[in-house]
C-alpha cells in the first residue's frame, strides 16, 4: 500500500499498525482535553456530592468521543477540516460565531490554564514559586517549547506526561478507594443533586476537552492519516483517548470524595490542592503527597502546552477561509512557521497573564469549564448536518442512526442543564 502524503515512504501506515501503541494523535488529544477542567471540576464535584457524579465522567467521555470521531471522519472523508467544512456548507454567520466566540474561549482557557499550572508548581515546590509567578512562568516556557520544539517532539513530551499524571493520580484513587458498592452505583446510576447542575455541566463539558477537539483535524495531517483506510486506526485512536481520559477523571473525582465529602469537610478555593496532597500524605504517606502533586502538576501542564500548539492551528486556518484564500495557502498557513500561528500564540501566551494575580484560580477554572461546554451543542448540531446532509464522494461512512441519536442527546441534555441553571439562578 502506498504510502500517505506527508508521511516517509519507509514507515507503515498507521493503519496497518495495532492502535495499541497509541502512535497517533488520540493521546496527544488526551493529554490536552485532560487539565484543569478536569482536575478541578472533579475535585469541586467530589466535596460536594461524592460518588454520584461518577456518571457524568462516562458519559461526558463518550460524548467526545463520538464528537472527535465525527470530525475526525469527515476529514478523512472530504480532505478538509471541520472549520472548512462549516466554511463551505454553512452560512457565513456559523463562521463569524464561531470566530468571535473562539477569542472569549481562547481568554477564558489560557487564564484557566495559567492558574492551574501556577497551582500545580506551587504545590510541587510547597510554595517556594508562587501561583501567580508560577503562572507567568509556564505561560511563557510553553510558548517558548511550541517555537522551537517540532510535532514529533511535542508529541513525545505530551505522552511523557500522560504516563506520569496517569500513573499517579489511578495509583491515589487507588490507595484510597473504601466504597467499591458506592462507586459502581454513583457510576451506574444517574443522579443531579439539587444545585449541582452547573458541577454536571463542567463535568460532561469539562472532560476531554471543548474547542480542542478540533485541534485533531490538523494533529491528524501532522501524522499522514487520510482516506478510509486510516478509519480503523483513528477509531481505536480516539477510543483509547477518551477511555483513558474517563479513567483519569473519575480518579480525581474519587479522590476529592476521600479527601473532602467523606469527612464533612468544605472545599476552599485555591486551598483544594495542598489540602487534597496534604490528606494523601496522612492517609498513603508522604508518597502520596508528592504522587497527587506530581499527577495535578503534570495534567495541567500538558493541557497547557497541548492548547499552546494546537489553537494557533485553528486562528491561522480561521484567518485562511475568513480571506477565501485557496486550500494550498490555507494549508501553508496551518504551521508552526506562519505568521498567523505565531501572532495567534503571541496571544494566547500574553492574554492570560494579568488574571495570575486576582486571587481566584479556582473561581476562573470552573468559569472555563462552563464557558468551554456552551461549544459542544454547537458543534453537535453542525456534525449533525455536515455528516449527514453533505455529499461524500469517499468510501467513508456517514453518520449512523445511533450516531445522530447521540448527537441529538447532546444537545437535549445541555439545553436542559443550561435550564435548570437558569432557573436556580433566578
Not at 459502581?184 to 460532561?204: D, E, H, K, N, W
Not at 463539558?205 to 471543548?210: A, E, L
Not at 492574554?351 to 486571587?359: E, H, K, N, S
Not at 453533505?390 to 436542559?416: E, M, Q, S
Request: include cysteine; glycine fraction near 12%.
Amino acid at each position: 500500500m502506498p504510502a500517505t502524503s506527508g508521511v516517509p515512504a519507509a514507515e507503515p501506515s498507521p493503519s496497518r499498525t495495532s492502535v495499541l501503541r497509541l502512535a497517533g494523535p488520540g493521546l496527544v488529544v488526551a493529554a490536552t482535553g485532560i487539565g484543569s477542567g478536569d482536575v478541578v471540576a472533579g475535585t469541586v464535584a467530589g466535596a460536594n456530592y461524592g460518588v454520584v457524579l461518577l456518571w457524568a465522567i462516562a458519559v461526558g467521555a463518550l460524548f467526545k468521543f463520538v464528537l472527535n470521531e465525527g470530525i475526525a471522519r469527515w476529514q478523512l472523508a472530504t480532505g478538509t477540516t471541520a472549520l472548512e467544512g462549516w466554511a463551505d456548507h454553512l452560512p457565513r454567520w456559523v463562521t463569524i460565531y464561531f470566530g468571535v466566540y473562539l477569542v472569549l474561549w481562547t481568554v477564558a482557557v489560557s487564564a484557566a490554564l495559567t492558574n492551574a499550572t501556577g497551582l500545580g508548581i506551587a504545590n510541587l515546590t510547597g510554595g517556594r514559586i508562587s501561583q501567580p509567578w508560577g503562572a507567568v512562568l509556564h505561560s511563557l516556557v510553553g510558548c517558548a517549547f511550541v517555537l522551537r520544539g517540532g510535532y514529533g517532539g511535542f508529541e513525545k513530551v505530551m505522552k511523557g506526561l500522560v504516563g506520569l499524571m496517569g500513573v499517579s493520580i489511578v495509583f491515589c484513587a487507588a490507595m484510597t478507594l473504601h466504597d467499591p458498592v458506592a462507586m459502581l452505583r454513583g457510576l451506574f446510576v444517574p443522579t443531579i443533586p439539587a444545585q449541582s447542575g452547573t458541577y454536571v455541566l463542567s463535568l460532561i463539558g469539562g472532560i476531554g476537552g471543548s474547542i480542542t477537539i478540533l485541534s485533531y483535524n490538523y494533529w491528524m495531517r501532522e501524522e499522514g492519516l487520510q482516506g478510509a483506510r486510516d478509519l480503523g486506526y483513528v477509531r481505536g485512536d480516539i477510543g483509547i483517548a477518551y477511555f483513558f481520559t474517563a479513567i483519569f477523571g473519575m480518579s480525581i473525582l474519587l479522590i476529592a470524595n476521600q479527601a473532602f465529602f467523606v469527612g464533612g469537610t468544605r472545599l476552599t478555593d485555591a486551598q483544594a490542592v495542598p489540602r487534597m496532597a496534604q490528606m494523601l500524605g496522612t492517609v498513603i504517606g508522604p508518597i502520596g503527597a508528592w504522587a497527587y502533586a506530581l499527577g495535578f502538576w503534570a495534567a495541567v501542564f500538558a493541557s497547557l502546552l497541548g492548547v499552546w500548539q494546537s489553537v494557533p492551528y485553528l486562528y491561522a486556518d480561521y484567518y485562511g477561509v475568513m480571506k477565501k484564500l485557496p486550500r494550498e495557502i490555507r494549508s501553508g498557513m496551518t504551521r508552526v512557521t506562519s505568521r498567523p500561528y505565531r501572532l495567534a500564540l503571541a496571544f494566547i501566551t500574553l492574554v492570560p497573564l494579568p488574571f495570575a494575580f486576582i486571587g481566584r484560580p479556582l473561581f476562573i477554572i470552573i468559569t472555563y469549564t462552563v464557558v468551554g461546554s456552551l461549544f459542544i451543542p454547537f458543534l453537535a448540531a453542525t456534525l449533525l448536518y455536515l455528516n449527514t446532509r453533505i455529499p461524500w464522494t469517499t468510501p467513508v461512512p456517514r453518520n449512523h442512526w445511533t450516531t445522530n441519536l447521540l448527537l441529538v442527546v447532546v444537545l437535549v441534555l445541555f439545553l436542559a442543564l443550561g435550564l435548570q441553571e437558569v432557573r436556580n439562578a433566578l
